[in-house]
């Protein structure tokens, strides 16, 4: 049964077109994260919300925005996406992120391709 | 700074056992994951040390960590094909929530 799910699993967008990745979580955790992933690198984490308390990444670009309607749904928008925005967009999931290390559960990703 | 240095491509035949290595940078981190990925997947946990122990073992899986050191590493037993993937080390930033620090994943490919 998934329990952080992605969708689309693939997404092709156009320079400049605005674009919107979904996950949705069936753990009923607290924190969701949202990470980027170019090729044969590392995952670097954008932001992630603690509830509906929203924590940025000092180096994450402003044409990266995120929303949190309720616990289960968090969205990525990427507001004018360049060629430099493809890659694969995971998100996480943990029960209650804090002082103490919490684990982290990620969905199977989004493929971002820019034309 | 924070980093996570590992090596970047590892081959092993299948039946023997893999180890890959992964060395740290920051002393405060509680604990420390390995996370597989394969092929167009998402990270998949496979497994994780609290800082104050020095080994876990989980069935084929045992992880060494040497905090003098900041080394940690991953033992695969009687590995197999379906072991091929990407071995990502990550560290938690302790100081920041939920921040793991991923290293640039070790390539496994495990031949018949």
């Known amino acids: 049964d998934a329990m952080v799910i992605q969708n689309p699993r693939y997404q092709v967008t156009q320079f400049g077109k605005p674009v919107t990745l979904s996950c949705s979580q069936t753990?009923?955790?607290?924190?969701m994260y949202w990470y980027q992933q170019k090729s044969s690198q590392a995952p670097k984490l954008l932001f992630h919300y603690y509830d509906k308390d929203f924590n940025n990444e000092a180096d994450t670009p402003d044409n990266f925005q995120s929303r949190r309607p309720n616990t289960s749904f968090c969205f990525l928008d990427i507001r004018s996406p360049g060629l430099g925005d493809a890659a694969m967009y995971l998100c996480a999931t943990s029960r209650d992120s804090g002082a103490r290390a919490d684990t982290q559960y990620f969905g199977p990703g989004t493929r971002l391709t820019v034309l | 700074g924070e980093d996570v240095e590992q090596s970047l491509f590892l081959s092993v035949r299948e039946g023997d056992s893999s180890v890959i290595n992964c060395t740290y940078t920051d002393s405060s981190s509680t604990y420390l994951y390995w996370y597989k990925q394969e092929p167009g997947a998402g990270l998949q946990l496979l497994t994780y040390?609290?800082?104050?122990?020095d080994m876990k073992q989980d069935q084929r899986l045992t992880v060494l960590l040497n905090k003098k050191d900041k080394h940690l590493s991953l033992r695969i037993a009687d590995t197999q094909t379906g072991d091929s993937a990407i071995y990502f080390c990550?560290?938690?930033?302790?100081?920041?929530?939920?921040?793991?620090?991923f290293g640039k994943g070790t390539k496994l490919s495990v031949k018949p």
């Open positions: 040390i609290f800082s104050n122990m």
């Open positions: 753990l009923n955790h607290n924190v």
């Open positions: 990550a560290e938690n930033h302790g100081g920041s929530q939920g921040n793991l620090i």
